[in-house]
Antibody, heavy 117, light 112 residues
Framework: EVQLVESGGGLVQPGGSLRLSCAASGFSFSSYWMGWVRQAPGKGLEWVANIKEDGSEKNHVDSVKGRFAISRDNAKNSVYLQMNNLRAEDTAVYYC??????????WGQGTMVTVSS | DVVMTQSPLSLPVTLGQPASISCRSSQSLVYSDGNTYLNWFQQRPGQSPRRLIYKVSNRDSGVPDRFSGSGSGTDFTLKISRVEAEDIGVYYCMQLIQWSYTFGQGTKLEIK
């Protein structure tokens, strides 16, 4: 079965850190760009970061630059999002997804990150 | 950034009737390879988003043929030929031509 499973979310204080993980299965992970998308409670979607198949190219949205870092381990079929210096406005469900330029476009079920004191 | 603007933001529809959602981009979504990178997503209540359409008009596997996408350049449309109860949710368009990828605000489809 083709799937993406996120983990690592939770409650963290402002200024704290979290590392999200996404485990892929059922497809050739190393052949696809991967990304992270977030959705604040009751709000729309924001594409946060993406990473090329071999990890040689990475992009981050301006609101997280310098604080978040996307990475991947193709040997473990996994993509990660290291989140530092977290703010209340980072509170959201974080989804792992393939960007989906072509026929293959999948999303995980999401993991909740809450930044609060 | 490319700004994506959807309308309407709320769409009450009678079961069995058609529905149409418009999406406009602030610049052309035609890439240098000739493809237009505009996708549509459905998010049912309490679920993660699911892609319905890629590159304007290509339906994903398992998507009912009552869903269709059309458009070109900066103007795009998602149509549902006959709305069913399972279609309730929020629909988003998304551009992938330029980083950072951006979504429309979302259109909430509800049953009258």
């Amino acid at each position: 079965e083709v799937q993406l499973v996120e983990s690592g979310g939770g409650l963290v204080q402002p200024g704290g850190s979290l590392r999200l993980s996404c485990a892929a299965s059922g497809f050739s992970f190393s052949s696809y760009w991967m990304g992270w998308v977030r959705q604040a409670p009751g709000k729309g979607l924001e594409w946060v970061a993406n990473i090329k198949e071999d990890g040689s190219e990475k992009n981050h949205v301006d609101s997280v630059k310098g604080r978040f870092a996307i990475s991947r381990d193709n040997a473990k079929n996994s993509v990660y999002l290291q989140m530092n210096n977290l703010r209340a406005e980072d509170t959201a469900v974080y989804y792992c997804a393939t960007p989906g330029w072509g026929p293959f476009g999948i999303w995980g079920q999401g993991t909740m990150v809450t930044v609060s004191s | 950034d490319v700004v994506m603007t959807q309308s309407p933001l709320s769409l009450p529809v009678t079961l069995g009737q058609p529905a149409s959602i418009s999406c406009r981009s602030s610049q052309s979504l035609v890439y240098s390879d000739g493809n237009t990178y505009l996708n549509w997503f459905q998010q049912r209540p309490g679920q993660s988003p699911r892609r319905l359409i890629y590159k304007v008009s290509n339906r994903d596997s398992g998507v009912p043929d009552r869903f269709s996408g059309s458009g070109s350049g900066t103007d795009f449309t998602l149509k549902i030929s006959r709305v069913e109860a399972e279609d309730i949710g929020v629909y988003y368009c998304m551009q992938l031509i330029q980083w950072s990828y951006t979504f429309g605000q979302g259109t909430k489809l509800e049953i009258k």
